[in-house]
């Protein structure tokens, strides 16, 4: 039997940070501050809480988001600039527990397209940022850009450099959402196993979602030695999203023979990316895993009657646990008698078999015309059915 305690996996929600650079999902200071309460609430154990450089609001949010938040670290983004780094210094100041994130582009791609520089002066400036960032707290979290792309040679040797020189954690994101399962976690594998100093740091995932991949690659990134996920409420994020905080969270806990633990109230969720959804004006798909509209949906026969019989041969996760409003039995042309006869049931009619062979004849008709039959077109198929009768 293994005895051993679960791990806990850090949530770093960066819903305000990677998930406001959506378009048209920016927030204002209020919006953020409700926000942020609410994540706290959920349980996450980081908040990014925005990238203070970048605007007088955005410094604003985090000033007032540090004020507020008790319970939660609250993070601030900066590039590798001294002046960056200040800025999310000050913003901190008030944050019961404040931490830096700092960090630079590590892959070729970045190295010479975006920096014109070399393989060296970028791992003096890795060096210098977190020394930097080191002035204002000891809580910092060095990023790799575009780690997912990088050589793991060279990355290893940036990973101990910064480690070194005073970064708690270290970010291995996945910028692109470039990496297949199985290259993410070799990746997280092999800095576990060549970057010397590794025990001094949580290794963190951070995954975009470009090949949808997003996901997958956090929970390699886990099995493989990672501690922490960096993702956001309903996989907002730039471009296909970042890895979503509701999916990684629920795998770890549908998957809890894999021993691992996070300290998220599951019950939230729903309620949680209901609000993210309305105050960042951003729908959620209906057929989001865990909190879509369609997640506890069930439309076919052959689905249907085999959950009227027994839930679990179609659900894995109780809508409760999620604080989904619960399972729903759709009446569509692909519905069959169970189903019918249920909802009836539901409506206050007791049919026997044969009136429901008669009924389901009826109802055909009118479902091939429609996308879905609603309670309104019941009551009028049983009006109909008591007049002959
Ligand atoms: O995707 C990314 O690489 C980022 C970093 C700034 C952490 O968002
Ligand atoms: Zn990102």
Known sequence: MNCMPDQKIYIFDTTLRDGEQVPGCKLNTKEKIELALALEDLGVDIIEAGFPISSPGDFQSVEEISKVI?????????????????????????????????????????????????????????????????????????????AGRTDNEYLARVIEAVIAAGATTVNIPDTTGYCLPSQYGEKIAYLVNNVSNIDKAVISCHCHNDLGLATANSIAGVINGARQIECTINGLGERAGNTSLEEVVMILKQHHTLGYTTSIKAQQLNPLSRLVSDTMRMPVQPNKAIVGSNAFSHSSGIHQDGFLKDAQTYEIINPDEVGAEGSKIVLTARSGRSALAHRFHKLGFQYTRNDIDVLYAQFLNVADGKKEVNDEDLQALANEYQAVA
């Not at 630079?104 to 210098?128: M, P, V, Y």
């Open 70 to 146: 008790r319970n939660a670290t609250i993070c601030a983004l900066s590039r590798s600039v001294q002046k960056d780094i200040e800025v999310a210094g000050e913003a901190l100041k008030k944050a019961k527990r404040g931490r830096i994130h700092t960090g630079i582009g590590t892959s070729d791609f970045h190295i010479k397209g975006k920096f014109n520089s070399n393989r060296e002066d970028i791992l003096a400036r890795a060096i210098q940022c977190v020394k930097w960032a080191r002035n204002y707290t000891d809580d910092v979290e060095f990023y790799a850009e575009d």
